[in-house]
């Protein structure tokens, strides 16, 4: 097309369409900016892992202290874990997800899998993990490093296991038989289809994620197993400190210190995520508002990275066309019974393994422990079962409409989501101190009162999920209840429940099994020398762990396991079953 002041057909001077474009290859500002960025994130973290590889004594002879100038060190280095955790959990998530969604053999080991690894505490894993790291790297903080990063790796990686999973299975029928039509492989329905239809909810819940790996972030970097001692420095070193010698400026210092590092990472990653992946929406008509972040912003404007954005695209177009396609051949049926045999035999192994299993552990605790033993556990276990059910029903009355409201309207949500994130990151064993100077004061039963930590850190996933299912949710099915007037209770029964159910219960049952982990720290609750705990199996646990008693360890984490198992199985797989075939017809 011709320029609007050059006659059309008249091509620009040779000199001048040389120099416009040498112009074009140079940067402009937005690409100084950007390139301002990268780098400085990458000095940060070469200077936080020189620290992370550094030799195991420099732990002893430089221990943590409350020094402010030591603060943003120690940020760095818990966003370094943090971050760590999450490619981590990214990596799990892919594979491990689309296996209990491909194979159906693979689904009945996997998510019992999931629904136990989410209900084993923090603790849990480090009473086993610590000694296996520190032993693979005796004389380095890797080690300790690495276990503090699996132990924040459980925290994250299981509600976005289970949220690509909720997705891959509610992939539309159409877009499924598309991807059929144009006889996509495996490899690229995965990356055209799959990932893109379940990138909306999958980075609500990796933000979820990031956030609820605060929760954990003391229990992860300030150590106690038995006689072992070890505290990483970091946020979660520096609270343990504050809060075991009450000292209340440095509480509120890294309380500050951490709403500024989620400002920061929300800002300069997890809002250009959002708005970039916003064109993944599946809807056939343009939403009228839409996400926006300067960093994305900036990024579109750069000349550089504008020209290296077409490379990439360019190089992935090339790879895309050599990408063998499957052939037209016709499917083939095995038969039901064979079918069904297999099946059998498969889940004849997966239950044999499993006695296997229970038999080892019932040998390892019945050496030091009795039958009241395991009547005391299982009794505790019905208390916290009682919380978490009360609990997560409260959250859900509260959360479920806050999180449609918000999420069905973008601009909204991009205001309120660093507040969400600070709010879901938000330590909670910052508000144990103040929760037991109250219950000390006014007299009150710890066996309720110290109940709603539990659920503190772990509601946010309903609201993340619900927010994630409304602000995918088609506009062309919300102009169509607009058009038939749909109002009120009709409105939410016939129209956004469907919609939202698959994502409500996918936070839901996260948030459940997290309020079971949670239950660890939650009840029991210390200030300085004042220490409440409530009846409970987290209590258990913690008591069990701190004295070193692996047996009542064992047994408690398995009778927690075996309560979660049941409440998904009996509860939350029932209503996903029901919420992904409610999804379809919608």
């Known amino acids: 097309m011709a320029k609007r002041n050059e006659p059309a057909g008249i091509p620009a001077p040779l000199g001048v369409a040389s120099a416009a474009g040498a112009a074009r290859l140079w940067p402009n500002f937005y690409d100084i900016a950007i390139f301002v960025l990268i780098a400085g994130v990458f000095a940060a973290v070469a200077h936080g892992a020189r620290g992370m590889v550094a030799p195991a004594a420099w732990l002893a002879s430089d221990p943590v202290t409350l020094d402010p100038a030591n603060l943003p060190d120690y940020a760095l280095r818990t966003t370094l874990r943090m971050f760590a955790a999450i490619a981590a959990s990214l990596l799990f998530t892919f594979v491990v997800a689309t296996l209990a969604a491909k194979s159906r053999r693979a689904e009945l080991v996997i998510l019992p899998a999931l629904d136990i690894l989410q209900s084993v505490p923090v603790l849990g894993f480090l009473t086993f993990t610590v000694v296996f790291f520190v032993g693979l790297f005796p004389q380095s903080q890797l080690g300790a490093e690495c276990a503090a990063i699996f132990a924040i790796f459980t925290s994250q990686a299981w509600n976005m296991a289970f949220s690509f999973y909720q997705s891959l299975r509610t992939v539309p029928p159409d877009l499924d038989e598309a991807s059929r039509h144009f006889r996509l492989s495996p490899w690229l329905r995965f990356w055209r289809l799959e990932v893109p239809f379940a990138a909306p909810g999958l980075i609500w819940n990796t933000m979820m994620s990031m956030s609820g790996g605060w929760f954990f972030v003391v229990a992860s970097e300030a150590i106690t197993v038995g006689d072992t001692t070890i505290k990483l420095p970091g946020i979660g070193s520096w609270l343990a400190l504050a809060i075991a010698e009450r000292n209340v400026p440095a509480v509120l210092m890294a309380v500050a210190t951490m709403g500024a590092v989620i400002l920061a990472y929300d800002q300069l990653l997890f809002r250009p995520i959002v708005a970039w992946a916003d064109k993944f929406r599946f809807e056939q008509t343009a939403a009228q508002q839409r996400p926006r972040s300067w960093v ?224 660890i720290v939650a009840e029991v609750a210390s200030w300085g020398d004042t220490r409440l705990e409530a009846a409970g199996l987290g209590a258990y646990i913690a008591q069990a762990t701190e004295a070193g008693d692996f047996p009542r360890v064992v047994l408690g984490i398995a009778v927690m396991s075996i309560m979660v198992v049941a409440c998904n199985r009996l509860i939350w797989r029932p209503l996903y079953r029901l919420a992904e075939k409610r999804f379809r017809l919608n």
């Open 296 to 519: 994305y912003n900036l990024w579109r404007r750069g000349r550089l990275t504008q020209r290296l954005t077409m490379l990439a695209s360019s190089l992935y177009a090339r790879l895309y066309a050599v990408v063998p396609r499957r052939a037209p051949t016709p499917q083939s049926v095995a038969p039901v019974s064979a079918g069904r045999a297999a099946d059998m035999v498969w889940l004849a192994v997966v239950l044999v393994l499993v006695g296997w299993a229970l038999w080892r552990i019932t040998l390892f605790v019945d050496q030091t422990l009795s039958f009241h033993d395991v009547a005391e556990a299982i009794g505790l276990g019905f208390l916290t079962l009682l919380r978490v059910a009360v609990l997560i029903a409260l959250a859900s009355l509260v959360w479920v409409p806050i999180g449609v409201w918000i999420g069905l309207r973008p601009a909204i949500a991009t205001r309120v989501q660093p507040v969400a994130q600070f709010l879901a990151a938000f330590p909670a064993n910052v508000l144990f101190p103040i929760a037991v100077v109250a219950i000390v004061s006014w007299k009150l039963d710890p066996d309720i009162w110290l109940s709603p930590l539990m659920v503190l850190g772990t509601q946010w996933y309903i609201l993340f999920n619900v927010i994630a299912g409304a602000s995918a949710f088609p506009t062309d099915m919300r102009e169509v209840a607009t058009l038939f007037r749909l109002r009120s209770w009709q409105w939410w029964r016939k129209v956004i429940i469907p919609g939202i159910l698959p994502y409500y219960v996918t936070g839901a049952l996260t948030a459940s099994g997290g309020s079971w982990n949670a239950s």
